[in-house]
């Protein structure tokens, strides 16, 4: 879609799809009184500066136009500097010893006769050339070459857990904990986000991730901009509006259990991304954006989520700052290894390629950065076809503000861990702090617990890195 | 076999419809290759095919093992659980059928009420003979009988038709809840007929003893497909399904129930399953080979001995850890919040004492005062979907069903991965977006056109806001509504058409029937209706 668009007029049809999304809702002038049998105070108006219907709640006694300023303050933070966390997760734990194959060492064909990369299949990994980028992260070792991935080889964390579920919810929730609920994106954002803001931490997926699962403020899920329109059976003007804004007030009122104050807040926020996300949809047949580059079309969604994110990170009018979505495929290959991985992961890192080159083309690269994650790495020993659940696992930031250099060194087989699994070299929890102190300037410790300022030397959780150049 | 879903699932934004069916199907890994098998080319390829439908990943698993698992539960106790006896209110027969149930018929509710609580729950935990399926058998949009075992998304809507139409309501909640407990997805099985057979046996078990569901999941053909049961022999073990079976099955994470060790040793205990590949049936044979068996000795939980797969079983649901894993799981799936320590002890004393007997702990559950009186949960997706086509007289006349509970978060036979769906995060912005989308779907055959042909009955001219919110609320069956909701829709039919919206006499028949259809869109999204 986005590659083969011919519709270049990108302004005219936002406003079209603005004027659709706006007809027919009342407009609010100072001192008109609240509306009828709303439990809190809601505002909805047209913000000038975005050209997008707001709605807006419990915000007290403000008029619209200090709404208006301060939502456009607020939304609009300080661009084009206002930075973005990309965080995009590998299901499934995947094979670290493929991703960056150690084809120096005798061990790794010991341990992996029918698995293991041979020399010469991919390129040599320059920071240490024992390793090896899998052929099909091609785009990641050209990005590494422009001194833009920042390489942890070896990550993780001590006791490792090989379970998926803990291992990737102590990843999720930022600490080593099986109780906690929210996520530690939404945790920063529950300390510098916005309370009236839910695009500020965005899903691209049909569910809303947990990583981003906040306790104060609000956050969504979109599946993609173009499949977020509301339409019903023998519903139309003039109440199409009227309807969708009832349906959102009904998430304004009482909740006698947190099971229904889970529902109503879906209603509330679900009517505000529906208009802050409609410009970006596909209109009448025309997309609502074009790309300045060419996605791969394998991939299913992913390339689709990530030229439409990209989109939106360009108008940076829009208050997102931290985004999750899932990777091509499944990573938990314990059989069928090779195909898997090689499909799964050239795809993915195609389109990660093509997003990157979209922002440095919209000469927006400079305020965000890619996180690639996964669960754990896999065993250093195969099981025949495949390979178990291991411990330490490889993880990359990538961007153009980034230094570029690898985190931790590569531990080698030679001295595995009391399970025969790789020993890690950084903790994920160093990189989230460095993440949270330095390029999002917040002191890490209010995000994961004891993690202090976030800016770089010696933490709870070893050696915080400097991440930015 | 994707085109005609694409072609029979569109009729509202024709171009998203089919993007989304489009969407739906891919696995998320490859199905795995029978790695000592010759034939791969062909094998291949079948994949190759199967991979142009790309599944997006729903679902993801936030929390580790539900919270509600306790890390030192109280010795089992042979005090009964508490429970409430006397009539069932109206409140609470709504609530017994939407949770043990896909809930209330038009009238049901009603009818039930006033019924001793005992007798209530029994009719539903006691059911005798095979189950009836009352009203029209499903169809797909042409009208012809479903293939559940062949045409993609027809499985989940052939058991979305159990759902609406089944007499044993329990019986196909519970095996609802096995499909979660024991998550495989047809993603990685790749055989819609292996799925169904898993599905049976699911429902054959659905509330006997967890022994014989257990040992008869643990030799399932699509569980060894789906934790690579068929490729764990005693040269190469492979711990997949050694791990889920103690995290996921039978104990817990976490708890200090297994060690690293258990599971290495456990998998061994596994091994000797084995299957052939043929080209045109694809995994064939599924047996124990004892000469893919580790015989030597492992040690268990402490245990040794030369133990096989069923001994694996027999170890799991013989650890002490394993009664307060299996009520405290059994119970979320029915009540939001943990139960007190008293309780959990009373359930584990009756599970033990019941020879582990589902309907035992369930009956326990359904008469306890936190479920009858406690606060809300949120309704499953397909429970949701299943519940308004019962409300409105809907049987299964379209395949739309299986896209529209994916978008939702829900699609039968894909949970997203093996601990199943996470039940505590039904809903966010997409997918209650995805809830207005099938909400809609629903009114489809029903709805009050604004603009009849000629010959066709008009809409009133002169319906009033009240009467109009009563007809709504009739159409969905009188569901229960808070009265806050209930006044803000009532608030919202009084205004909508007022301040000069209606400019001209010809627009008070349409525009009237558009309030209809609006109200009942309100009312079936309202968050009212998502919880129970």
């Known amino acids: ?469 | 076999m994707n085109a005609t879903v694409a072609a029979s699932s569109s009729k509202p934004g024709t171009a998203s419809a089919k993007a989304r069916a489009h969407k739906h199907g891919t696995p998320a890994a490859h199905p795995p290759k029978h790695s000592k098998h010759h034939a791969h080319k062909k094998h291949r390829k079948k994949h190759r095919r199967h991979k142009r439908h790309k599944k997006h990943l729903t679902g993801l698993p936030g929390a580790p093992a539900p919270p509600t698992i306790p890390l030192n539960p109280p010795p089992p106790s042979n005090t009964p659980p508490p429970f409430q006896g006397g009539p069932i209110s109206l409140a609470q027969a709504r609530r017994l059928l939407w949770r043990a149930g896909f809930g209330p018929t038009p009238g049901q509710a009603e009818a039930l009420a006033g019924t001793p609580i005992d007798e209530a729950i029994q009719n539903l935990t006691r059911p005798s003979g095979e189950p009836a399926l009352h009203g029209p058998t499903p169809t797909d949009d042409e009208g012809n009988a479903l293939t559940p075992a062949d045409a993609w998304g027809q499985d989940h809507c052939w058991w979305l038709d159990r759902m609406v139409r089944s007499d044993q309501q329990l019986v196909e909640r519970m095996t609802f809840i096995w499909h979660d407990w024991f998550a495989n997805s047809n993603s990685k099985v790749n055989d819609q007929q292996r799925m169904l057979d898993q599905n049976a046996l699911f429902r054959s078990h659905a509330l006997g003893s967890f022994d014989d569901l257990f040992m008869a999941v643990t030799s399932d053909p699509a569980m060894l497909v789906f934790l690579d049961g068929i490729y764990n022999n005693k040269w190469d073990p492979n711990e997949n399904y050694a791990r889920e079976m103690m995290e996921l099955f039978s104990l817990g994470a976490d708890r200090g129930a297994y060690t690293e060790t258990d599971v290495r040793e456990m998998a061994r205990a596994l091994t000797g399953w084995t299957a052939d590949w043929t080209e045109n049936e694809g995994l064939q044979k599924f047996r124990f080979d004892k000469n893919r068996f580790d015989e030597g000795t492992k040690t268990v939980f402490g245990k040794t001995g030369d133990w096989g797969w069923e001994d694996a079983v027999r170890l799991c649901v013989s650890h002490p850890l394993h009664a307060s894993y299996f009520v405290s799981k059994l119970w979320s799936y029915f009540v939001p919040a943990p139960p007190s320590q008293e309780t959990l002890a009373s359930l584990q004393g009756l599970y033990n004492s019941s020879g582990h007997s589902i309907r035992a702990v369930v009956e326990a559950i359904l008469a306890h005062p936190d479920f009858l009186n406690g606060p809300e949960l949120v309704t499953p997706p397909v429970v949701y979907n299943a519940g308004l086509l019962r409300a409105v007289g809907r049987g299964i006349d379209t395949t739309a069903w299986s896209w529209l509970c994916s978008g939702a978060g829900q699609q039968l036979f894909y949970p997203p991965n093996v601990a199943g769906w996470d039940f505590t995060r039904w809903l966010d912005t997409s997918t209650a977006k995805a809830r207005w989308e099938l909400a809609s779907y629903v009114t489809s055959e029903t709805y009050a056109n604004p603009w009849p042909g000629k010959g066709e009955a008009k809409y009133s001219e002169t319906e009033e806001a009240l009467p109009a919110l009563e007809s709504a609320l009739a159409y969905w069956a009188n569901p229960q509504l808070t009265g806050e909701t209930h006044q803000s829709l009532a608030e919202f039919a009084q205004t909508c058409l007022e301040g000069g919206v209606i400019q001209a006499k010809w627009q008070n028949s349409p525009f009237r029937a558009i309030r209809q259809n609006a109200l009942r869109m309100l009312i079936a999204t309202s968050p009212d209706m998502q919880v129970s």
Request: glycine residues 10%.
């Open chain 1, 1 to 469: 879609m986005a590659q083969s668009c011919s519709c270049n007029d990108f302004y005219r049809t936002r406003n079209h799809a603005i004027a659709q999304a706006g007809s027919g809702l009342p407009s609010i002038e100072p001192g008109q009184p609240l509306p009828a049998g709303s439990g809190m105070d809601r505002r909805s108006f047209m913000l000038r500066s975005v050209g997008a219907m707001l709605s807006v709640y419990g915000a007290g006694a403000l008029s619209p136009q200090h709404f208006e300023e301060g939502i456009a303050a607020a939304a609009a933070a300080t661009p084009p500097k206002q930075p973005v966390l990309v965080s995009i997760f590998m299901e499934g734990g995947w094979d670290a010893l493929s991703v960056l194959a150690p084809v120096k060492e005798a061990r790794y064909h010991e341990l992996r006769p029918n698995l293991g990369k041979k020399e010469g299949e991919g390129t040599i990994f320059a920071e240490d050339e024992d390793l090896m980028w899998h052929p099909q992260a091609s785009g990641l070792a050209q990005l590494h070459a422009e001194g833009k991935v920042t390489v942890f080889p070896a990550i993780g964390y001590d006791p490792p857990d090989e379970s998926h579920f803990t291992s990737r919810h102590y990843w999720e929730v930022g600490e080593l904990n099986a109780q906690t609920r929210s996520g530690w994106m939404g945790r920063y954002l529950d300390v510098a986000g916005d309370s009236q803001n839910p695009l500020q931490g965005l899903s691209l997926d049909y569910q809303l991730a947990p990583a981003l699962a906040t306790t104060k403020v609000p956050v969504a899920a979109v599946s993609s901009p173009s499949d977020y329109q509301f339409w019903a059976y023998g519903l139309g003007d003039p109440l199409t509006n009227p309807t969708l804004d009832a349906f959102g007030r009904l998430g304004e009122l009482g909740a006698p259990s947190p099971a229904f104050a889970q529902a109503r807040t879906a209603s509330l926020d679900t009517n505000i991304i529906r208009n802050q996300v409609a410009p970006f949809a596909e209109h009448e047949g025309k997309p609502g954006f074009t790309s300045p580059v060419a996605y791969p079309s394998a991939g299913g969604d992913f390339p689709l989520r990530l030229a439409a994110l990209a989109a939106m990170l360009d108008d940076e009018e829009l208050p997102i700052k931290c985004v999750s979505l899932s990777a091509v495929g499944g990573y938990d290959t314990h059989s069928d290894e090779v195909e898997t991985l090689s499909t799964n992961l050239g795809e993915t890192v195609a389109s990660v390629l093509a997003f990157q080159r979209d922002l440095e083309a919209r000469k927006i690269d400079d305020r965000v950065i890619i996180q690639l994650w996964s669960e754990f790495g896999r065993r250093p020993e195969e099981n025949g076809s495949g390979t178990d659940h291991g411990a330490a696992g490889v993880s990359f930031l990538i961007g153009s503000r980034l230094k570029g250099e690898m985190v931790g060194e590569f531990p080698g087989l030679s001295k595995l861990d009391e399970n025969e699994n790789l020993v890690n070299t950084s903790d994920f929890r160093a990189m989230y702090a460095g993440i949270l102190g330095q390029w999002f300037q917040t002191e890490a410790g209010l995000v994961i617990p004891e993690a202090g300022t976030g800016l770089a030397g010696p933490s709870a959780y070893g050696n915080v890195p400097a991440l930015i150049a």
